[in-house]
């Protein structure tokens, strides 16, 4: 059977394929370590990056469309080699349209600590309503990786998981919040690195994370006006 592509892939290839420039912006990968994945709205269709390509040589035509078992359907190269942990993700998790890993350092370095990342920032409660939790530890090369990101992931706020030795997952609505989500994950866990030379962070009181991560979901930024046009 051949795979027909529609405008809605196409434009998902578009975006996953310019949403790895920003993870060259913003520091979190090295190399070709990083992967960018979307799923396109209204189907079980994923779009993913290839493997060991590099950044400055990805473009549209390169991106990867697989179905939900990692299938791949269209696309001359093999999917990332962490696609399968994207694709477990997206089957057990319905509601999230976009995800990204990177081994961005200073979230990475708590990952080797084994440590999740404490809310001890007004910015982690806004964005994680919360720690950015640890995942467990769990060898490349099968679904267990993906399992530990929505088994920790599952009844938690936060968008970020660090797996334990390995590196940060995000989920999201779509690939640029996923993204969102892990540049952020790298800004507090540097932060709070500095925090820890300098002794020992002080947590925010949980009623205090709940006020803010509600604020900064449903009143921060420009709401729909409530006036008829």
Not at 1 to 18: L, N, Q, W
Request: glycine share 8%.
């Amino acid at each position: 059977m051949i795979f027909k592509t529609t405008p809605a892939v196409e434009e998902m290839k578009e975006r996953v394929c310019s949403l790895h420039t920003e993870l060259l912006r913003w520091g979190l990968v090295t190399w070709t370590s990083g992967n960018v994945s979307g799923r396109v709205p209204g189907t079980d269709l994923i779009v993913i990056k290839p493997s060991g390509v590099s950044y400055d040589d990805l473009t549209p035509d390169l991106m990867v469309v697989t179905d939900l078992e990692g299938k791949v359907l269209a696309g001359d190269l093999a999917p990332s080699s962490d696609a399968e942990s994207h694709n477990v993700v997206y089957q057990r998790m319905p509601e999230v349209g976009g995800v990204v890993h990177t081994h961005s350092p200073y979230a990475t370095a708590w990952a080797a600590r084994a440590e999740p990342i404490p809310c001890v920032l007004t910015a982690m409660a806004d964005e994680f309503g919360g720690e950015i939790p640890l995942g467990p530890f769990a060898l490349i090369g099968s679904d267990a990786i993906g399992k530990g990101i929505v088994d920790t992931l599952s009844g938690h706020r936060s968008p970020a998981v660090i797996m334990q030795n390995h590196g940060v997952f995000t989920i999201g609505k779509d690939p640029k919040a996923a993204v969102k989500a892990a540049v952020m994950a790298e800004d507090v866990a540097r932060t709070v690195h500095f925090a820890r030379q300098l002794g020992e962070p002080v947590p925010i009181a949980q009623e205090h994370i709940d006020s803010l991560y509600d604020r900064y979901q449903n009143v921060y930024g420009q709401q729909p006006s409530s006036k008829e046009q």
